[in-house]
Each structure stands twice: as C-alpha cells, then as structure tokens.
C-alpha cells in the first residue's frame, strides 16, 4: 500500500457526506479520485483474481457471466467461487489475521474502508443498482449481535464501467473491540447488477478525527497530511 494512497483515502473518508446506520456508523460515499485496485489489498469478496492480496489472505472469487442480476455473498479466507448465500462453506478470517493486516501498514487505531469497484453496464439496469447491504459479521459474538457493522440500500449508479479503480466507499470499520481469535466474515449483497462482477477490498484508514464536524474540508485535509507525515516517518524511522 503506496503512502500516499492512505493519505488520500483518509482524506476521502472524512470527507464522505454521511449516510451511516444508526447503530454502527458506516458511511457509503463516491470516490472523487478511483484508486486502482493495484494499489488496494486486500480483496474479500472479487470477480477478478487478485494477485496482490497478501499471501495467505484468500478471497471470494465469484464469477459473473452477466446473466446474473442479484447477489448475496460471504468473503472466504480461502481463494475460491462460493454460490450465493453461502456462509457454511467459507473460511472465515480471523481478528487476529485482520488486525495483524492493519498493524503491519501502521494502521495502530485498527480503522479501515472497504472500497467497491463496479462493474456493470450503463443504462436503465446500471441506473437501478443497488447495494443492499453490506456487513462485518463477527461469529463468535452473542446470538443476536454477530453483525458488527452494517449499512444499507444504497444506490450505486455506474460512476466507471470495469474492474481497476474503486467507484464506491464504505468506511467507518474498528476492530480495536475486536479479539484476535475471533471469526469474521464480510457479507455483500446487491441488486441491478449486469456485465461483470463488483469487488470489495480493504482500503487501510490511518487517522480519523474525533468530534461532530469530522469530514468538514479543512480538518479532514489536515487529518490526511499529519496520516501521510506520520508513515513516512515510520518507515524512515
């Protein structure tokens, strides 16, 4: 992960107009600026193999001939293409394995993005699609409150038609609750889809501001700068 695309998707982040769930605070906004997915990793739920994931960090790799519309799928930490729906036959990852991920980039306040990538034609069907949900699912918690995050029935019109660059981000993921051995799995559910398949992928969040201005211009400028200051000490370090 390039520094200065976690400053930038910091700096996105906090500037997203909010749509968040009222109980987890996700928030769901369009990139101004696509980052490309050679830049991203990793992927959780991808229509395209993902050669940069981590190794040892698989994903769903589902397959859409266009001739499907709906989706309903689970990530896997194992590499494979897992039918709709199916959350008994996937791996999941670990908090331990995540954590490790975002520690790794210096991402020390375990917050993160999930950057989706459409791909789906244009037109009336491209105009009409929808992420119904998408959520983190923690299975060891209490019945009743394994989701962990989740947000809902967002539109998703075609911004740029292809799998390479994010069109789409839902941020506002804390693992800091989370414990290491801990199972997780992200479920992605959409409508209106045509042409290719969408991918998710994890996109490292730096820094965050506290207080109820977060995302105002300035202080979200700012927040990404002292993020790409910071890691670039680090690595000089």
């Not at 107009?17 to 990139?31: E, Y």
């Not at 019109?157 to 693992?175: H, T």
Request: aromatic content about 10%; charged content about 15%.
């Amino acid at each position: 992960m390039k520094p200065f695309l976690l400053a930038f998707a910091t700096l996105i982040a906090l500037s997203l107009p909010a749509k968040a769930d009222a109980i987890n605070n996700l928030t769901f906004g369009v990139l101004p600026n696509p980052v490309p997915q050679s830049l991203s990793a990793p992927c959780v739920i991808c229509a395209t193999q993902q050669v940069h994931n981590p190794v040892g960090f698989g994903f769903n790799d589902f397959v859409n001939t266009g001739s499907s519309t709906n989706f309903n799928l689970f990530s896997s930490n194992i590499t494979g293409a897992f039918a709709n729906g199916d959350d008994i036959n996937v791996t999941p990852y670990t908090g331990g394995q995540l954590r490790s991920f975002l520690e790794g980039l210096g991402d020390v306040q375990l917050t993160f993005g999930v950057a989706v990538d459409i791909n789906t034609a244009g037109g009336p069907n491209g105009d009409a699609h929808y992420l119904e949900l998408f959520q983190l699912i923690n299975l060891d918690a209490a019945p009743g409150e394994r989701i962990i995050f989740d947000i809902r029935n967002q539109a998703m019109p075609v911004v740029d038609n292809g799998n390479g660059k994010a069109d789409y981000l839902i941020s506002g993921f804390d693992l800091s609750s989370v414990n290491i051995g801990d199972r997780l799995l992200f479920r992605a559910q959409w409508s209106g889809a045509s042409d290719g398949g969408e991918s998710f992928y994890i996109v490292p969040i730096l820094q965050q501001v506290p207080g109820p201005n977060v995302g105002a211009g300035l202080p979200a400028a700012l927040a990404a700068l002292v993020a790409l200051g910071w890691y670039r000490r680090r690595r000089t370090a």
